[in-house]
């Protein structure tokens, strides 16, 4: 049963602020870890666990208000110096805003949340007291359901208005103990206040003007979202949406001059002015048309650091855990990209970053037996370079020894010891991103499988990204990663075969080369082709797409496909173009992305070259 039918927009109003806002608490208990006596931090802090507390009042989640309101006492007591914060006070804290969002998870499938675990609440209720507090475990809370809210609380006009049980009301919105604690009397003035207090509170999570909503193709009426469904929302300047709207009216006005023109033309008037008037329309559109496009990417676009907040938190918890002293740095968090690849890039650096903490750093006796600080610094940065987005993850750990990595794969079979002979330092580094691939003897709850690196290589080429490697023994290592700042629209090359038009990602094209018959060569059967002294694998389009071979190909395009190069032939090519991606829902052949127009109308299979080059055995 659902416990908040006809409140879904409340209720997911609720968790995108809440939510927000609980990510905003744990960067400022990042902040306060350094600065324990930072009044300011105190008071933002104990101001977000008060706003979530009403918030969740009113939607009656009474768990989750006694747990905010005792975090929020707790906050109360550090900022007036009747506590003093340490370690293992904020290891209660960090566990007690953990259960705050594993409550959020239940919220999200419209269940009421369980009580958090007791020791959670016990060691908060320690905290209040003054005694020492013991370490905590994780434990899961499972969502469970329970009585559904009261009419009142819905905003429902109930029969009989004038009979609505304040008392009960009351309680709904504050989890009846303030009153409690306070030792008020619940006469009628009190309870209006508090009602009032709690109608402020249902306004600040009501939705922005600005929010547009997304995509919710598949999504029914009545459809109860999961913890893993993403967001289908954004926010959106107003300044953007203006400018959209301009130009959206400034296309209609040249819009209505070309109908006009057109009709001009019809009826005979072919003259110069004429001519030049609707040359000059047409440019106008065209540079409307193109702004216009940027104008709706960019509202798409959205500031990573909404995602890289969440990794301080991740690293002090698995520092800790591992008896290392690491702090995270975050820069370029004010870099934008597309809120889809943003989403996209959670599990890739959730990877990178847990294995900079346990692979990459040191603990602090080895640090200082090694002359450095004891101290750990890992670095995730973003910025932007031309049409793409640049995220690396630094660390000043021990670094990584490339015949230690070639030994590890040789060992592992993942490669024969005549391949690995054949590799160079950054070549030998890539070995770690191979399935299976583990330095590790021994697995833990956090690393050993071999299962993490290849995850992020495979989420990385999804969003048309790549992965590079740098590191010195001793010195640190260095991930980068290269992304588009948008997968909506994709440069591509045009390549034609016979009278159909293909295209693939121009970030996988290097050059493109005249081929000639007397310039291929056999090499065990295969065609290749000699580039300044590089030997490289041949593969006709024609072959891969399964239209048999085509020895009459004229243009060779030299490709980089991760790790791989090779040319793909065709029998022509027709030009660079950026090009909007529809999807084949319905069918989809393999080795075919998507699918777009060209500028002559005709339709232009965009190609999965992953997928076409897995059939290719020994080709590359």
């Known amino acids: 049963m659902n416990d908040f039918v006809g409140m879904e927009e409340l209720l997911q109003d609720f968790l995108t602020e809440a939510g927000d806002m609980l990510s905003d608490v744990d960067s400022k208990l990042m902040e306060l870890e350094k600065n324990p006596s930072d009044s300011g931090l105190l008071n933002e802090i104990f101001r977000g666990f008060h706003t979530i507390k009403g918030g969740a009042g009113f939607l009656n989640a009474a768990e989750l208000v006694t747990l905010c309101h005792l975090t929020e006492n707790l906050f109360d007591k550090l900022r007036n110096g009747e506590l003093t914060l340490n370690a293992e006070l904020m290891d209660v804290i960090f566990a007690a805003t953990a259960e705050v969002r594993k409550m959020f998870g239940a919220l999200q499938q419209s269940l009421q949340p369980a009580g958090a675990p007791g020791e959670v609440i016990g060691a908060l209720k320690d905290a209040l007291s003054g005694k020492a507090v013991a370490a905590i475990s994780r434990s899961e ?69 600005t929010d547009v909503p997304g995509t919710t193709v598949g999504r029914r009426a009545g459809d109860v979202p999961t913890t893993e469904a993403k967001e289908t929302t954004i926010r959106v300047d107003t300044d953007r949406l203006d400018q959209v709207l301009n130009l959206s009216g400034e296309i209609g006005l040249t819009k209505n001059r070309l109908t006009h023109l057109r009709s001009d033309i019809l009826q005979g008037r072919h003259d110069t002015d004429t001519l030049r008037e609707l040359d000059q329309s047409v440019s106008q559109l065209d540079m409307l048309v193109v702004n216009l496009q940027n104008a709706v990417m960019k509202t798409r676009m959205q500031p990573i650091g909404r995602l890289f907040k969440k990794y301080p938190r991740l690293a002090r918890d698995l520092a800790r855990s591992l008896g290392k002293d690491v702090e995270l740095v975050l820069v370029g968090e004010e870099t934008e990209m597309d809120k889809t690849m943003i989403e996209d890039l959670n599990d890739p650096l959730v990877h990178l970053v847990r294995n900079a903490v346990d692979h990459g750093v040191e603990i602090p006796e080895a640090r200082l037996a090694a002359g450095k600080p004891e101290k750990s610094i890992v670095e995730l940065t973003a910025r932007q370079e031309g049409d793409h987005i640049l995220i690396t993850i630094t660390d000043d750990g021990k670094g990584m020894r490339p015949e230690v990595i070639r030994n590890k794969a040789v060992e592992k079979g993942l490669i024969t010891a005549e391949m690995a002979n054949t590799l160079d330092e950054a070549r030998c580094l890539e070995l770690i991103l191979l399935p299976g691939f583990s330095t590790k003897d021994e697995i833990s709850s956090v690393s050993g499988r071999g299962v993490g690196m290849d995850v992020v290589k495979t989420n990385i080429q999804k969003l048309n990204g790549t992965v590079s490697i740098q590191s010195e023994a001793g010195k640190g290592s260095t991930f980068s990663i290269s992304l588009p700042l948008t997968l909506a629209i994709l440069p591509v090359l045009v390549l034609r075969l016979a009278d159909q038009s293909f295209a693939v990602p121009l970030s996988m094209v290097r050059e493109i080369l005249p081929v000639t018959q007397q310039e291929l060569q056999k090499v065990s059967g295969k065609a290749t082709m ?25 243009v060779g395009v030299l490709m980089q496909f991760g790790n791989n190069s090779f040319i793909l032939t065709a029998d022509g090519f027709v030009g660079h173009e950026d090009v909007v991606i529809k999807s084949l829902d319905t069918f989809r052949p393999k080795g075919v992305a998507g699918v777009t127009m060209s500028s002559e109308g005709d339709i232009v299979l965009i190609l999965d070259i992953k997928e076409l080059l897995s059939d290719v055995r020994g080709g590359l």
């Open 141 to 209: 809370a499972k969502p469970v359901q329970t009585a559904p809210v009261p009419a009142a609380v819905l905003g429902a006009s109930p029969a009989g208005a004038d009979s609505v049980d304040w008392e009960a009301l009351y309680n709904a919105l504050t989890g009846g103990d303030i009153v409690a604690q306070v030792g008020a009397t619940r006469d009628e003035k009190q309870i209006a206040a508090a009602v009032n207090e709690e109608e402020s509170t249902k306004k600040a999570f009501g939705r922005r003007s």
């Open 530 to 554: 000699v580039v300044r002294g590089e030997v490289l694998p041949v593969l006709p389009l024609a072959q891969l797409i399964g239209w048999g071979s085509n020895e009459n190909s004229e």
